[in-house]
């Protein structure tokens, strides 16, 4: 076809001297013109081999299955939302795009197709621990910054529009280090942020509550702690005004680190606190209401370091234990989001090592009852080391995020790319985010911005079975 195609053209072209015609014109024929030529015949290779590999439709096969950010550079997701207009927005860090690593804010439509992308952050790393929408739709991130503030990493605030233009950005802090892991907006518009403090306190870090007005003007702050370490790593504001902050305590309790609750009132002040753990390392990661109390989740240890578990701990609203379960294998499971799900029960998501015989952690989620009974588990993962950062129900399912394909894990997870994926309300892989075993493992499928590459890979779901009640 393609012989007959060009002799019935140059023919007519060339009608006395049709052969030496062609090939005066290859002789005459620079190298940059043969490697022009050699380039769009790739180009048009590389079509005709995309269009076997990309399924049917690839949109309903992609559009909840994205990693963001660049191979082998450090992307990781920290926290997911829906928008108000049905989409999702992704918050977190990116070491493949902005300046010296970047808070990264990614905003999605509601079929998961991104719409932008802003980086944030000066020439020293800046992270994104939180993320909400506000009353006024526009967002507001916190975390931290080692670009601007008074000395070391500073908590860092940055107020964005619609379209995710910063309005006004604060940074909080004094010569030590402060990072902010808890957010809310306020019932007057204001937010209130919680995180950990070493520059003020009663000593090493403390865990740290300040209240800002809606352009960012510090209206107090509070201190929580001891003479030894104290974080709060998760917020919430309650029913009566005040809030609740989760997370660890070094300097009170029954030894090592104690999963600490402190409640405060609406001003900040103190009105009680709980330690929850015994001689080892206990220490929670996040915590939600539901209509009988509060649901914290964390790690418990004993003092041998053996068996750490996904914990989960069920208060009433004075804070006084209920009932706590631990979920995982004889390996190391970790929790980092927890929610209550809409048939009353808990989803916890994380990372495990116990069922992947490489040494690397899959992403593992629980799903529990009510009560805290397992319901069930799932593993997924890439080649490297994956975990769960955040997840949202929808009316189809979870969306989870988090990071996929780390080299490095300890004593943090880098290296990897942010990965969002969606499950049905099973846990089980749909459509919309389960491809082709026959892919390759990492493959480029679009690349809607000029600076965000989107993949789409071979999603694993591990077995399970080894799990001890
Ligand atoms: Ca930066
Ligand atoms: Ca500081
Ligand atoms: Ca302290
Ligand atoms: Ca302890």
């Known amino acids: 076809m393609i012989r007959n195609y060009f002799l019935l053209n140059l023919s007519p072209v060339c009608p006395r001297r049709p052969q030496r015609g062609l090939s005066h014109k290859l ?109 006024d739709a526009g967002y507001v ?17 940055v107020k964005l529009d619609n379209l995710g233009n910063i309005q006004w950005q604060k940074s909080f802090g004094g010569l030590g280090e402060e ?10 518009g204001g937010f209130v942020v919680s995180g950990y403090t070493s520059s003020y306190g ?96 964390g790690e418990t240890r004993l003092y041998n370091d053996q068996y750490r578990d996904f914990w989960l701990v069920k208060t009433d609203f004075g804070g006084n234990k209920q009932w706590s379960e631990t979920y995982g294998g004889t390996e190391r499971e970790w929790v980092e989001t927890l929610i209550h799900t809409d048939d009353h029960g808990f989803l916890l998501a994380g990372f495990s090592t116990t069922l992947d015989n490489t040494g690397y952690s899959n992403i593992f989620i629980v799903k529990t009852n009510v009560k805290g009974e397992m319901e069930w588990t799932e593993q997924y993962g890439g080649q490297y080391h994956d975990v769960a950062s955040a997840v949202i129900e929808t009316d189809k399912g979870f969306l989870f995020t988090g990071i996929i394909d780390a080299p490095k894990f300890l004593p943090y997870y880098s290296g990897g ?10 846990g089980k892989l749909t459509n919309e985010s389960y491809t082709s075993v026959n892919l390759p493992e990492l493959v480029l499928v679009a690349s809607l911005f000029p600076f965000l590459v989107l993949k789409h890979l071979n999603l694993r779901n591990k077995n399970k079975s080894i ?3």
């Open 202 to 297: 009663a000593g090493d870090r403390d865990m740290w509550l300040i209240r800002i007005d809606s352009y960012g003007n510090l209206d107090w702050t509070q201190t929580f702690g001891g003479e030894n370490e104290d974080v709060a790593t998760s917020l919430i504001q309650i029913n009566d005004g005040g809030y609740i902050l989760a997370g660890y305590t070094s300097s009170f309790g029954a030894g090592d680190k104690d999963l600490w609750l402190v409640k405060t009132s609406p001003s900040g002040d103190l009105e009680w606190n709980k330690t929850f753990g015994g001689e080892g390392r206990d220490q929670a990661t996040a915590i939600v209401q539901t209509p009988t109390g509060y649901a914290i989740a």
């Open 141 to 157: 991130l916190a975390g931290s910054t080692w670009s601007y503030g008074a000395g070391m990493n500073d908590l860092w605030v």
């Open 467 to 469: 799990f001890r009640d």
């Open 179 to 188: 990072n902010a892991f808890g957010l809310v907006e306020d019932l007057i």
């Open 27 to 135: 002789k005459s024929m620079k190298l940059r013109d043969i490697s022009q030529i050699i380039l769009i015949l790739l180009f048009i290779l590389s079509l005709l081999l995309i269009d076997e590999i990309i399924p049917a439709n690839p949109r309903s096969m992609v559009n909840f299955n994205h990693i963001f950010g660049r191979e082998f550079s450090d992307d990781n997701a920290q926290a997911l939302i829906q928008t108000e207009d049905g989409g999702y927005a992704i918050a977190g860090f990116t070491w493949s795009y902005g300046i010296g690593g970047d808070m990264w804010l990614i905003k999605m439509n509601s079929q998961g197709i991104p719409e932008w992308n802003r980086t944030f952050g000066g020439g020293q790393k800046d992270i994104a621990r939180v993320l909400l929408q506000t009353s």
């Open 417 to 426: 790319n942010i990965w969002l994926f969606r499950t049905d309300k099973n």
